[in-house]
């Protein structure tokens, strides 16, 4: 049975089959014997060629958050482009450039105005979150086309702060 | 002995200071914001108080709030931990007024110490050394750029009451002098209420060695060796551990010593820690007294087999120190690394949201001091930090392999924290080497991103994401309608139940 999966931008095919107490796992051109026992809702160990690993596995919607050996990947349902497209994100379409907040906080500064020339770098909005400021930077040169917020606003991590037209 | 203390903080402090007060006997009483009505402290306290909504000015740092809560509900005493209140004179003036003890030092000496320029006053008058710089605020910007160039670039801008590196930067010239005064001054007014800053000489790469005070109301004052702190992203320690590889036992004596004499010059009492710049030539410099206790004070427990937390209390208490120096000693070593809700992958951003999971690592040796839960949401309210991980064992080759093993060991699903990171600072072979400076992250650590890791792991990381996907919860998601069912799994791989073979 096969499942398709998205890491670090990255489409990885992946198949199972299952033959009694073990599944063999297909991946590129690699395949594993692996003995499961499902240990609970979240965790489960593999046996393969006697080695030992625990592998918990935490979801969230479309991703899960999968820990093997003090490693977590970060494992996404399906296609990038096809999940970006879904949710309507605007990273999806080329030629626009929307500048998204890293993570949920408050806007404290709006530095640049609508219309105006921003170079590479230059640092577009300021961000607060856990009492930490966060400069925004600018990803091209270009001109700022639209400003979605303003100082003392809330915002959600991956919301829209502003619009760049690229030079 | 008090009978009931109020835990004026939240997070892993406040749960680490409430379990002191249950061992001593003592109820606890947890205040919290309407962020906070799940936090762990909440849940571990006797009592517990709502004391405002979510922003730390409306509650935790609600003086009159928090004062009112602690005599409507019996609490002889406040414990405020670090940060918030921990070093506010005028808090611990208002406690003073209204017969509740402060657990910290008296309102005077926070006066003094709080002010990192009239502490560097007085401090010079005894004969301790200070880093060269200002000794009074900057007026303005003419006086600063005058200032600096008096003492020559680079410069360090430092809040006057500051602190936790908030505030603190860095300027290598005239040219970045402004913008890093604006968003220095920014940042010092938003976490202190004070926008003053002062300018000092930049140490370049030195070591951040502390000293672990304590000083009973009688004048008896101790200390408890050092902790070295020179690993710093943001100016904020990230991982902690004693003895310093640095120090000689004269030099140690030295230090130790000096430290006694700055909480003797200040009339200090209760838990304090003096912190000193150790330069390239083992020349050491006050640095500033950290009035409170430390995030880090567990290192400092766990080689001397001191709890920091009930002297606080005991002292507090008007109990009479009861440690001697002469029979003080350090026994193994100790580490500690901070685990906060950050990609370091991603310039050490903040990351909030709900913990999917989590397994905290044991072991012979190791502490976890936790303020978090599976299932709990991180607040985007206040300070990032999650836990302490903190190891002991006989040398400190062992304590790093037992904290790159605890580590390894350690499972946060749903956010980023900086876990993959530390693993990488403990095992680097300069921190092994014990070249530990302020500027070591800069060095080995700029635009860190986690390696590949084996192919094997991200195959069997595919295959259990694959199993998940034919787990029971997921099948009853489809069952809700809450998914299209496309096709049945079950019938291809065979139902997976826990603790059943496939």
Known sequence: ?167 | MFKKILVSNRGEIACRIIRACREMGIASLAVYSEADRAGLHVQLADEAVCIGPPPAVESYLNMDRIIETARTSGAEAIHPGYGFLAENPEFARRCERAGIVFIGPNSRALDLVGDKIRARQAMEKSGIPIIPGMKHVAADFAECAAEARKIGYPVMIKASAGGGGKGMRIVCSEEELRPSLESGQREAKSAFGDESVYLEKYIEDPRHVEFQVLADNYGHIVHLFERECSIQRRHQKIVEETPSQALTPELRRKMGETARKVLEVAEYNNAGTVEFLLDRNKKFYFLEVNARLQVEHPVTELTTGVDLVQQQIRIAAGEKLSLKQENLAQRGHAIECRIYAEDPSNNFLPSSGKILFLREPMGPGIRHDGGIYGGWEVPIYYDPILAKLIVWAETRESACARMAAALDDYVILGISTTIPFLKEVISHPQFHKGETTTGFIKSYFENWRQNQGPAEGLTLALAAAALDELSPSQKVEKAAGLEKEVYSPWQMLGRWRIGEKP
């Open chain 1, 1 to 167: 049975m096969d499942f398709e999966f998205t890491v670090d931008g990255v489409r990885q095919t992946i198949s199972l089959d299952r033959k009694d107490d073990c599944i063999s796992i297909r991946h590129g051109d690699k395949t594993l014997e692996a003995e499961v026992r499902v240990i609970s809702k979240q965790a489960v160990s593999l046996l393969v060629g006697g080695r030992s690993f625990l592998v918990i596995v935490a979801r969230d919607k479309d991703k899960k958050y999968v820990w093997l050996n003090g490693r977590t990947y970060l494992i996404q349902r399906g296609k990038e482009e096809q999940r970006l497209a879904e949710r309507g994100d605007d990273r999806a379409q080329k030629g626009k450039s929307v500048v998204t907040s890293p993570m949920p906080g408050k806007v404290v500064k709006v530095n640049v105005s609508e219309n105006e020339a921003v170079r590479k770098n230059q640092t577009l909005a300021v961000v607060e979150a856990m009492k930490m400021e966060n400069e925004i930077k600018s990803p091209l040169e270009g001109f700022v086309k639209k400003i979605y917020v303003s100082p003392g606003d809330l915002v959600d991590s991956e919301k829209p702060l502003l619009e760049l037209e690229p030079k």
